[in-house]
């Protein structure tokens, strides 16, 4: 009976002390949380390309002749029909007045020689040599005034002018391989970038299936990012694209116009464009600091259970939407994510959430939100 006693007693002390250790509770990780929405998202395809002027005129003498000045600054503006050099006109103002008098002396001669082929004075022929005559020094004079006007050379167009290639006592000539300067409109500028026919194929897919909307008014509103990464802050439009695929490529072409009245681009340059590929109706966009990936490489979030208990979720990503990812499976609308605290959870950890982001998918942006508790 004693000894009963004794173990009784040694196993109240055991259960007390077990209860002295054990915590008292779960102490809840404050997190923060994305709420997901369901709306229509833009995609768009970044695709390289450069800038090209829109028109570009060489600058050819078109008679021969010593360069007597320049009458253009480099590097500036000119407008069609400006004189940009004058060459030597001497000998073709002698050419002119040569055949002026010739054209005076012979529209004398047919003169002299109508009333006389009227009396049958002189046969009719030679009046008709006399007449023919006229008319052959007149356009003498015709092609010597217009080789005179060629020694002042003109712009062909209205654009910016580069740097001269012929100097003050420089000869020129007719027909010369060489350009003397080169005219180049930039306002407004071509971009043309190349996309592959794959998946100019598989875009056209989904849009006949209805996985993506045709884009409406902005189907040819496209963006430019510059050589630096910064944003160009005028919107192209889509011009033409080929309807030919290259073959050494296996790409299209594609030709977009963007305002440039600052110059900002000039032809050459390396760019990306982006296009519209299309709307997904339902798109659900994730904030890039909720993805994170396991040891496979494969995406997953933490999504917010409705006891508050966190679990682990596989994804699928599409495309990246400014700071956003687009998903296309593994989560739906209402779904919340944690975006905040992710050092200090793990699948199962009890958490307190307040709202951090929330997910504009119209605008493909993050905005941030008053926190509150859940």
């Known amino acids: 009976m004693h000894l009963r006693t004794l173990s009784a007693s040694l196993i109240f002390l055991l259960a007390a002390c077990d209860q002295s250790v054990a915590p008292s509770g779960e102490a809840p990780v404050n997190v923060g949380i994305s709420t997901l929405k369901s709306e229509p998202v833009t995609l768009f395809t970044q695709l390289p390309g450069r800038t090209t002027a829109i028109r570009t005129a060489e600058v050819r ?4 002749g010593i360069v007597l000045k320049r009458l253009f600054t480099e590097g500036s503006e000119v407008k069609a029909g400006q004189p940009l050099y004058q060459i030597d006109p001497a000998t073709y103002q002698a050419t002119y007045d040569k055949a002026m008098a010739n054209l005076i002396n012979a529209n004398k001669l047919a003169a002299r020689y109508k009333p006389l082929a ?30 005179l006007n060629y020694t002042h050379v003109r712009a062909p167009i209205t654009g910016h002018i580069g740097r001269s290639l012929s100097t003050e006592g420089a000869l020129v000539t007719n027909g010369q391989s060489n350009y003397m300067s080169l005219i180049q409109q930039l306002d407004p500028i071509y971009v043309d ?9 598989t875009q056209r897919r989904a849009l006949a299936s209805g996985a993506l909307k045709a884009a409406g008014k902005n189907a040819a509103a496209v ?41 900002d681009l000039l032809p050459g340059m390396f760019v990306h464009a982006s296009l519209p590929q299309g709307v997904s109706e339902k798109g659900i966009l994730v904030p890039l600091e909720a993805i994170m990936h396991d040891t496979k490489g494969r995406p997953y979030v933490y999504v917010v259970g409705g006891d ?57 942006n993050l905005t941030t939100a008053d926190p509150s508790a859940q």
């Open 118 to 147: 009227a009396a049958h004075a002189i046969s009719q022929q030679t009046y008709d040599d006399a007449v023919a005559a006229a008319r052959e020094a007149k356009a003498d004079v015709e092609t010597a005034r217009v080789n």
């Open 193 to 201: 970038v190349s996309e592959s026919s794959l998946d100019l194929l």
């Open 61 to 64: 003498p078109q008679v021969s």
């Open 223 to 263: 963006k430019l990012t510059l050589e630096d990464g910064s944003a160009y802050p005028l919107e192209g439009r889509l011009e033409f694209s080929e309807v030919t695929v290259d073959e050494s490529t296996g790409s299209v072409t594609l030709r977009a116009a963007f305002p440039n009245p600052r110059r």
């Open 308 to 364: 508050n208990r966190l679990r682990e979720q596989m994804i699928t990503t599409g495309q990246m939407t400014g700071e956003n990812w687009l998903v296309e499976t593994g989560l739906k609308p209402g779904d919340s994510v944690v975006v905040e605290g992710l050092q200090n959870v793990q699948p199962g950890t009890l958490v307190k959430t307040s709202q951090r982001r929330i997910v504009n998918a119209q605008h493909s």
